[in-house]
């Protein structure tokens, strides 16, 4: 694991304010609390002095707004590394909004799963739409002309999926421009039966999870756990309040090394897993996702990988394994396409190219005869010069003899009425 950039996730707490539909947060087992500001600040301090690039994101298991602290949390690190912060949005008042406008946060992310109030409360555990909606209206009013961004979170579910160009829609006329996409997983097998979904499980590299590698998740406690799935605590890397972070990083890369093998691996369906391949057409996963449930064929082709594979292996089980190749086809067809108009373009760059060329030529030569024509008639001013010049001189010349006879004379006269 590279010590040069690290992500890290803070679970400020592991405490809820609701039931959402596509969480098992009652599993949890492990203690529940909120972490306090001396052993946020020790663990703060820990990454601040060993990482120049770092960035901080406050979610979890828990809703970060049950901690009162999260305001001075982040202001705590926000001017030296990057923070970003999820919630649901439930307790997203002005005023807990403007404090976190005024902490610093980079990035305020709220889960919206729904564009009506049935989609929308039976997805987020009866939280209301009503509330939900003049929240996340005034998140966005009041983080304009500020450097805090406010985005949004999609779970793609079977409550949502067919409505899922409805909700993207709507939060883009909200004024949301970045929006994040999560196919339903079963967060470690936690999340049981297939009511909600039924993401398939990856379909090689069982061993292999770029969350756990790329993210250091650390609970209330300080206590690094092998991500926030860990719901048990069953898969603890050690204490950031008791060991330096070299050491953790350390064990984890070895775990990395050897194959992530933890229990709720196995049981992993999160396609966040493989998020460091590439997608069949190299573009994100939001657009396959998307391609999946809108009938819209954004993807184009580029090459093979593990997620490609899984990709697949969704639309198989939505039963539109056609769409997929489809959806390559189209995309090869408009790749071809790009290809020609990009020749197109370079041939008429050659010869815009050679055309200032001969434009510059002939500019140039233009240049040449007048720089001729002006030295010519420099040298005529020469000659022109030098004549007056030796006229005066030769005159210039008789008029001293004339001065000087003059004188001779008048001294011969003089000594002739001395004597």
């Known amino acids: 694991m590279s010590i040069d950039a690290l992500h890290v996730e803070i679970e400020a707490t592991n405490l809820c304010n609701t039931k959402c539909l596509h969480c ?36 979890g298991m828990g809703e970060p707004l049950l901690n009162p602290l999260i305001y001075d949390f982040i202001k705590y690190v926000s001017n030296q590394g990057e923070t970003s912060l999820t919630t649901n949005g439930a307790a997203l008042t002005p005023k807990n909004t403007q ?30 739409f009503e509330k939900a909606e003049k929240n996340l209206q005034n998140a966005v009013d009041m983080s304009k002309g500020s450097s805090t961004e406010v985005c949004a979170n999609v779970c793609v579910t079977k409550q949502t999926q067919n409505h899922f160009a409805e909700i993207i829609n709507y939060l883009r006329e909200e004024g949301i421009k970045t929006i994040y996409l999560a196919m339903c997983h079963n967060r470690g097998g936690f999340l049981k039966g297939d009511v909600v979904c039924s993401t398939p499980m990856p379909p090689s590299d069982a061993y292999r999870c770029d969350i756990f590698k790329s993210t250091m998740f650390i609970s209330w406690t300080g206590e690094v756990l092998s991500c926030c799935h860990d719901l048990d605590g069953d898969n603890v890397m050690g204490n950031l309040l008791d060991e330096e972070i070299e050491t953790i990083l350390s064990r984890k890369t070895n775990i990395v090394n050897k194959g992530v093998k933890f229990d709720i ?11 460091k391949d590439r997608t069949p057409d190299g573009r994100p996963l939001f657009d396959w996702i998307y391609s999946l449930f809108v009938d819209e064929d954004k993807p184009n082709f580029a090459e093979d990988s593990s997620l490609s594979k899984w990709i697949y292996s969704l639309y198989v089980k939505e039963e539109k394994a056609e769409k997929f190749t489809k959806t390559l086809a189209v995309q090869l067809l408009k790749k071809e396409q790009t290809v020609h108009f990009l020749n197109t373009q370079v041939q008429e760059k050659d010869q815009a190219v050679k055309t200032l060329n001969k434009v510059y030529a002939k500019e140039i030569g233009k240049q040449k005869a007048k720089l001729e024509e002006s030295e010519r008639e ?6 022109v010069l030098q004549g007056i010049y030796n006229s005066h001189s030769w005159y210039l010349i008789k008029i001293i003899k004339g001065v000087k006879g003059f004188f001779q004379k008048m001294l011969k006269s003089f000594n002739r009425t001395k004597k």
Do not use: W
């Open 24 to 59: 098992p947060h009652k599993a949890i087992s492990r203690v529940s609390g909120k972490m306090d500001l001396p052993t946020f600040q020790v663990i703060a301090d820990k990454i601040k002095n060993k990482k120049a690039d770092f960035s901080i994101e406050f979610s």
């Open 378 to 383: 420099r040298e005529a001013q020469i000659l």
């Open 265 to 275: 691996c196995r049981e992993c369906n999160d396609l966040q897993r493989f998020m």
């Open 99 to 128: 404090r976190l406008i005024n902490s610093g946060l980079k990035r305020l992310t709220i889960s919206f799963n729904g564009a009506d109030k049935a989609v929308y409360e039976n997805m987020m555990g009866g939280l209301s």
